[in-house]
């Protein structure tokens, strides 16, 4: 707590990530200023030189854990902390570099690499929640700006930010869209996808490809994820896509997450079990 | 059929004569229209702008739309808005919050509405706005942003002469034949529109056009038209005591089939026609000077909706699906004096897990749910 007004220190910092969630906190354009005015932004490589020693009262993290020295990392980054908040699908489910996970990750590293002994990497790609305490997560590859301008005003002011958790048809129909899935028969992962994006992909006709993750559907006790599975045989029975289709579908950008993980693990083992 | 209302004619040839009436009285137009693949409020300025051009096929679960060379102008039954989103909309400002030296002001959003006719509605839709009629404007309190909305609305039903595999007003007793609620009643023939007058407004808009009296085969002719129409729908809800009977199948297990298959993904309420259920966002600005507050759909299918100080009340898919049936069937009734369901179909059309409402209504009824039909 240094400069006038005692206003709160932010931080943002990047691991495994492609800034793109940074970027649109930088699309806030001008209210960045009023941000500028309601807090010291004093770590925020990507968007200033001037970079601060911590402690930080809020600290946002993009990128997953996917390089060893992330794992300390994160934890000097929690250390330094008041409000740890994930921003985007890397962060928060460990992004679309999850799909590595459960592979051969020496053979992929073989693969892309003239020489693979320069590269240290870790056989996951994990969201920061399985390595420190999380006290909020913003989905979405990437986060979108309305969502981090309604969390911080919402912080600033003192309401403990809350999210919608719910699918994103909601907000889609609200908006009066024709329905991707219904009336086209396009693979829309909306059903059971969280809202939070302003329903970009079906606005223009095109599917949901599930970038904000899991839909919760419990809440807020005994959490429940998305019926997953039962849109993946809709998929299957009514869309005729194939099991590859299908599990493809769920194995994205946000594959680490538990509830697509699991439907893209039953339909994998069925594609398998196809070919023995 | 409807009690002793006169009937007309209007050819189609001379359509715009009524078109003329309505703007002779400043009303804005709208029809269902196709636009960029989807069924939509358009508005129109003359009779052309009424052809529709493509057909719909509903299906449980799916929607298509087919070009069609046919002279039939009303080919589409309906799409996924109904008359909802003009009268209870998707969105509505309600209040502005505004920091200021003394404190803080609050500057409400006035209701306000242009006039709007629309041509096209179908009864399941005339009905289902009667029901919110009884929802936002019965009792004590009454929603000033739909009652403005609603007094402004002239409604020019279209009879329906087709249905489809969803539809199942004929056993809501809705439809096919627009019965209440309207101002004009058009039904459509192959050169020609019976006109019939429902409400003061509606019969002074119809006499300023000096129409001839239908002759009685014409009449028949769309009497039989609609009536093919009801007796075509293969759907029927089961009509026992439904609020009885639902409350007896509380503890059913067919509530935890229904949800393996459910997403909760709230379609079915989004774009069922009688639904009602909102929630109030706030959304403060950076500056933390002004907040505004939008009224906004909601759902009973949203977690988060059953969530009341510390506790969830419907913690599951399977309390969430047993709600919205056990309301919109059952207790709509005790609550509302008439079912939450107008057999418009959209719930099982639009489902994107392909679940439907009758189907699901009969099994957790039992096999002899339909027998005991009135």
Redesign the interface.
């Known amino acids: 707590m240094t400069s006038q007004k005692q206003r709160p220190r932010l931080a943002v910092f990047k691991l495994a990530s492609c800034d793109g969630c940074q970027l649109s906190i930088l699309s806030l354009e001008e209210d960045l200023l009023l941000l500028d005015q309601a807090v010291d932004i004093a770590y925020f490589p990507e968007a200033s030189s001037r970079m601060e020693d911590g402690p930080y009262d809020i600290t946002l993290v993009e990128g997953s854990i996917s390089a060893p020295e992330h794992i300390e990392q994160i934890k000097n980054i929690r250390a330094q902390s008041g409000l740890l908040v994930t921003i985007g699908a890397c962060a928060t489910a460990g992004g679309i570099q999850a799909l590595r996970n459960g592979a051969d990750v020496a053979d992929y590293v073989a693969t892309v690499y003239a020489h693979p002994e320069y590269i240290q990497t870790l056989k996951d790609s994990t969201p920061i929640s399985e390595h420190v305490k999380v006290d909020f997560e913003l989905w979405g590859c990437p986060i979108d700006k309305e969502q981090v301008r309604h969390f911080l005003s919402d912080l600033l002011a003192g309401v403990e930010p809350r999210f919608p958790e719910h699918s994103l048809c909601m907000e889609c129909k609200r908006q009066e869209h024709l329905c991707v899935l219904v009336a086209k028969g396009e693979p829309c992962l909306g059903p059971v996808t969280r809202t939070g994006c302003g329903a970009i992909c079906p606005a223009m006709g095109r599917a949901c490809y599930g970038c904000f993750g899991p839909a919760e559907v419990s809440f807020p006790a005994g959490r429940e994820h998305a019926n997953a599975d039962a849109l993946a045989s809709r998929f299957s029975e009514a869309l005729h896509l194939s099991n590859d289709e299908v599990l493809r579908r769920f194995k994205g950008i946000n594959s680490h997450a538990s509830a697509f993980k699991e439907t893209a693990g039953k339909w994998q083992k069925m594609e398998e079990n196809k070919h023995e | 059929m409807s009690d002793s209302v006169d009937s007309w004619i209007l050819k189609k040839v001379s359509f715009d004569i009524f078109f003329s009436a309505l703007k002779s009285e400043d009303y804005k137009v709208l029809s269902p229209q196709v636009e960029?693949?989807?069924v939509?409020w358009f508005e129109a300025s003359e009779a052309d702008d009424l052809k529709q051009g493509f057909s719909d096929q509903q299906n449980i679960?799916?929607?298509?739309?087919n070009q069609t060379e046919s002279d039939v102008w009303f080919s589409i039954v309906h799409g996924?808005?109904s008359l909802k989103?003009l009268t209870f909309k998707?969105?509505q400002a309600t209040v502005k919050i505004i920091k200021t030296e003394a404190g803080i002001s609050f500057q409400a959003e006035q209701p306000k509405a242009e006039k709007i006719a629309v041509i096209g509605a179908r009864a399941c839709d005339v009905a289902a706005l009667q029901i919110q009629d009884r929802v936002f404007l019965g009792g004590a309190y009454q929603d000033e942003y739909f009652k403005a909305n609603r007094e402004s609305l002239l409604i020019i039903a279209v009879n329906c002469t087709h249905a489809h595999e969803t539809c199942f007003c004929a056993s809501m007793n809705t439809g096919p034949k627009v019965k209440a609620g309207f101002d004009i009643a058009l039904t459509e023939l192959k050169d020609a529109f019976i006109v019939e007058a429902g409400s003061m407004a509606g019969k002074r808009i119809v006499e300023a056009l000096n129409l001839t009296v239908a002759p009685k085969d014409m009449s028949k002719q769309a009497d039989r038209l609609i009536e093919h129409c009801a007796v075509s729908q293969k759907k029927r809800m089961p009509q026992q005591n439904l609020p009885q009977a639902l409350y007896e199948k509380q503890h059913s297990e067919h509530w935890d089939d229904v949800?393996?298959?459910?997403?909760?993904?709230?379609?079915c309420t989004?774009?069922c026609p009688t639904c009602f259920c909102h929630a109030i966002e706030e959304?403060?600005?950076?500056?933390?000077q002004t907040s505004e507050r939008v009224r906004?759909?909601?759902?009973c299918?949203?977690?988060?909706h059953?969530?009341i100080h510390g506790k969830?009340m419907r913690?599951?898919?399977a309390d969430r699906y047993r709600m919205w049936m056990t309301h919109k069937l059952g207790s709509w009734i005790d609550q509302f004096d008439s079912s939450g369901c107008t057999g418009c179909g959209r719930c099982t059309?639009?489902?994107?897990?392909?679940i439907d409402l009758v189907e699901e209504a009969i099994a957790v009824l039992g096999e002899d749910a339909m027998e005991k039909k009135a």
Do not use: H, I, K
């Open positions: 960029d693949g989807a939509t679960g799916s929607y298509r739309l996924a808005q989103s998707p969105r949800a393996t298959r459910c997403l909760s993904c709230a379609n989004m774009v959304t403060p600005d950076m500056a933390r906004v759909w909601d759902s299918f949203n977690p988060e059953g969530y969830n913690p599951t898919t059309t639009w489902c994107p897990a392909g």
